[in-house]
């Protein structure tokens, strides 16, 4: 079978469930509820990949992920700007990476 015709078919496979769903579901009325539900979806996709890696940053000190996401969620929970919350979460572990030497846990 020629590659070009693979590729294409292959993208048709992938493409063709998403959008039926797509189309169709404009169309229906939710409840709020069950909308509401459906809007959490990206968000809760998100932090079950998120969680696993906080966890695992550093194998020797498995507690700087943890600051960094408590750093980062508690900036975001204040509405602070996207890049703002990087480059102070940076910061911060970087600053607690300095510190860590010192104080062994």
Do not use: Q
């Not at 048709?12 to 769903?21: E, K, Q, R, S």
């Not at 509405?79 to 510190?99: C, D, E, F, M, P």
């Amino acid at each position: 079978m020629d590659i070009n015709l693979m590729i294409i078919l292959c993208a048709l496979v992938t493409f063709i469930p998403m959008v039926i769903p797509a189309i169709f579901v404009e169309r229906l009325n939710f409840s709020t509820k069950v909308e509401k539900f459906l809007n959490l979806i990206p968000y809760t996709a998100l932090a079950a990949l998120i969680c696993p890696g906080v966890l695992t940053v550093d194998p020797n000190l498995w507690y700087i992920g943890l600051i960094g996401a408590i750093i980062a969620g508690g900036l975001a929970w204040k509405k602070v700007h996207l890049g703002a919350i990087v480059i102070l979460t940076v910061i911060v572990l970087i600053a607690v990476y300095s510190i860590v030497p010192m104080f062994p846990i």
